[in-house]
């Protein structure tokens, strides 16, 4: 109530929060605003000064950020309704597929009763022997026919109904997969745009979708014939080891597959869009803490929320890229999971300037 906010500010007991949707400043005040709902992020500061910082800088630059990718948005945007709305329709027909046991049951049942069955009826009400009831008797089974054709001509026509649901079934859960992975892929590109910082991060997103197969959308681009080394997030760890933290997709592979020595330890949040993040530490074992601060960068560089957040850490060696896969993504199959709390004031405090 009134009362004890005002006494809150009188006795200066009170939390400056930023309050966040995705990442994105959306108000701040000097206590947690309760009336959010749970896809908002309540950020506590220890300091209001940096709190405004942090809130004017992040404002300023998405809205730099979104006005220099206007284009970049625009292309993802379209794609992920598209594959969207693709994937909406195949899931469609694939639940049709499931009907193709019934057909063939129709078809099996038109067959077997050939001999009482006549060209002209629209349908048929027959004795279904598997359907079998606990008084002794058995179902039937009402089939639908077009008049128009034989008996066995339907029964054909249903059997053809069940091959064509077994081939769709295997070709549209194929292709659903393929979607779903497009899909995840885009997410993985917004997420790097939201961490973009200067123009240079813009221009490698760009290249990235290029080499990704949207250059038909990129009106007046041109394949750069030389990248410069990437700029990625660097951090020091207590015990003196430096963390790499790549930005989008392009620094991810440059950090894990040419900066990263295969004994060096590589970290990312489980089963979300975020940057791949390693600990250049030349075969030797850094301490617990080294572990939980390269795994905290990697939950606080992700779509990952919550106060705990699981995060997968291995040796680079068993991090592998498979032929032909979009930029940034990899597989492995031998790691351990850490669970942290995302921290972004003090990541952002400890990144080498």
Known sequence: NFASIFEMIRSSNYTPTMVLQGNKPVEYAFCELRHYGVDFEMRPYTSAGQMLDDFFHTRDRENHIRQRAADVLRILTNADARLRKKLELQRGELADCERGEEYKKYADLITGNLYMLSRGMSEATITDYSDYREDGTFGTCTVALNNRLSPSANAQVYYKKYNKSKTARVELSKQIEIGEAELRYIDTVFDALTHAETAADLTEIREELYRSGYASRMKNYAL??????????????????????????????????????????????????????????DGEEPSERDYTFAATVAASNSKAKGDLVAVDYTRVKHIKKPSGAKPGFVIYHTNWTAYVTPDEEKIKRMRNK
């Not at 003196?240 to 989008?248: M, S």
Request: aromatic fraction near 10%; glycine fraction near 6%; include cysteine.
């Open 224 to 281: 750069a014939k030389k990248m410069p080394t990437p700029t990625v997030a660097e951090f020091r760890t207590s015990g003196g080891y430096r963390v790499l933290c790549g930005k989008n997709n392009l620094q991810n592979e440059y950090i894990t597959h040419k900066v990263a020595s295969k004994n060096d330890f590589w970290f990312h949040a489980k089963n979300k869009a975020g940057s791949h993040v390693v600990m250049l530490c």
